[in-house]
Nanobody, 123 residues
Framework: QVQLAESGGGLVQAGGSLRLSCAGSGRTFSNYNMGWFRQAPGKEREFVAFVSESGVVTYYADSVKGRFAISGDSAKNTVYLQMDSLKPEDTAVYYC????????????????WGQGTQVTVSS
């Protein structure tokens, strides 16, 4: 079993930055690929970013490419999402998730999820 806990969300003005953290614990956290997803009110959960267990491979949604950066610190069992140049359309609840596979953009491929952290970007 893997437990995930997100933190770092909040209210920020457009153009600002936030860094989200996802702390993992439990069964061999470092053996999982990690993803960030988000869900805005009335919308489906959507892929944001992915990092492989090695930290070498990353993928981003087109909507965040060049503005967001995913990284991991295996010593701290933590994955980060640095979000810069935030836009009002980035407003959502952000979730981190752990996957044993390479579904990358597919929520169903992730076995473990955190409780989410709210990000609100004002215009």
């Amino acid at each position: 079993q893997v437990q995930l806990a997100e933190s770092g969300g909040g209210l920020v003005q457009a153009g600002g930055s936030l860094r989200l953290s996802c702390a993992g614990s439990g069964r061999t956290f470092s053996n999982y690929n990690m993803g960030w997803f988000r869900q805005a009110p009335g919308k489906e959960r959507e892929f944001v970013a992915f990092v492989s267990e090695s930290g070498v491979v990353t993928y981003y949604a087109d909507s965040v490419k060049g503005r967001f950066a995913i990284s991991g610190d295996s010593a701290k069992n933590t994955v980060y999402l640095q979000m810069d140049s935030l836009k009002p359309e980035d407003t959502a609840v952000y979730y981190c998730a752990a996957s044993p596979g390479w579904g990358i953009r597919v929520p169903g491929d992730y076995d473990y999820w955190g409780q989410g952290t709210q990000v609100t970007v004002s215009s």
